[in-house]
């Protein structure tokens, strides 16, 4: 099988004005919707939780605060899984609960796996 890497991006959403319950569900459906993928042997690895804030290095110098001033979407995070191609990773990033919040699941094979 091949790796490839799934990368969430969410809409910029501020979660420390969610509720311990709504925090609660939303960490459940994330721990389900990653468990099924380990329960099937495909996950790889998990990727760390990305902070907020950051810089963007650009051309000529040029130095921004925060990773995603340009768009709309910011990188939450990112897991590793296994698949046998790329449909078939694009199949497993369905029922990704950065989808159900107005995100998407960006899916990329890794070179040299």
Known sequence: MKEFMLLFRQPNYDYSNASPKEMETLSKKWKDWAGNIASQGKLASHGPRLAMEGKVLKPGGMI??????????????????????????????????????????????????
């Open 64 to 113: 921004t605060d925060g990773p995603f001033v340009e768009i709309k979407e910011q990188l939450g995070s990112f897991i590793i899984i296994k698949a046998e191609n790329l449909d078939d990773a694009t199949t497993l990033a369905h029922g990704c609960p950065a989808i159900d919040e107005g995100g998407s699941v960006e899916i990329r094979p890794i070179y040299g796996s």
